[in-house]
């Protein structure tokens, strides 16, 4: 009897879980997901990343995450356009000297802020070719072995070698 109750309700239990809305396309949720995951991929191979290896989790980082950040806030915030705008007070209103006061102070200013705004539009001309470099660096640096890598490969290279030196000595046996 115990086991009938069970059995009805797990089957009560699936019937309440079955989904039966006409309103859900499956076709457009799942052309959906196909497009992000399109997108996903053509993202990380723009950065140089395998998207196979991303998605299943076997992704390892060269460098420390705080370094892909730091180099994505750097790509993706937007540079207002530098610079510093004329902000001059007013001086005491000295009837005459006063208004050429504020003239010869306005003109200083203007030729003051015109020399600020072209370092300030070079320097972010500089930032922005720093950011480039330091990426393009980034991935060259990730496509060379790993330190770990390389002493595999140095130990592939001796047993090879050994190898090599084997054989020719075999080589020598045989003809000899």
């Avoid at 799942?30 to 998605?55: C, F, P, T, V």
């Avoid at 989790?57 to 993706?76: C, H, S, V």
């Avoid at 320097?123 to 330091?134: D, K, P």
Wanted: aromatic fraction near 4%; charged fraction near 30%.
């Amino acid at each position: 009897m115990k086991e009938n109750r069970l059995m009805k309700t797990k089957s009560d239990l699936e019937a309440v879980i079955e989904i039966r809305d006409q309103e859900i396309d499956a076709e457009a949720i799942m052309r959906q997901i196909r497009e992000n995951i399109r997108q996903r991929r053509i993202q990380a191979e723009a950065e140089g990343l395998d998207h196979a290896s991303l998605a299943s989790g076997t992704f390892t980082p060269r460098f420390t995450e705080n370094l892909y950040i730091a180099l994505r806030q750097l790509e993706t915030t937007p540079y207002a356009r530098p610079g510093v705008g004329l902000a001059i007070a007013k001086t005491a209103a000295i009837p005459v000297f006063g208004a050429l006061v504020q003239r010869v102070r306005t003109a200083l200013h203007q030729l003051v802020i015109y020399y600020v705004n072209m370092l300030a539009e070079q320097q972010s001309s500089f930032n922005a070719h720093v950011i480039q470099t330091l990426k393009a660096m980034v991935k060259e640096l990730e496509k060379e072995p790993r330190p770990d890598e390389m002493t595999v490969l140095r130990d592939e290279m001796t047993q090879l070698r050994e190898q090599v030196k084997h054989l020719e000595a075999e080589k020598e046996r045989v003809e000899s």
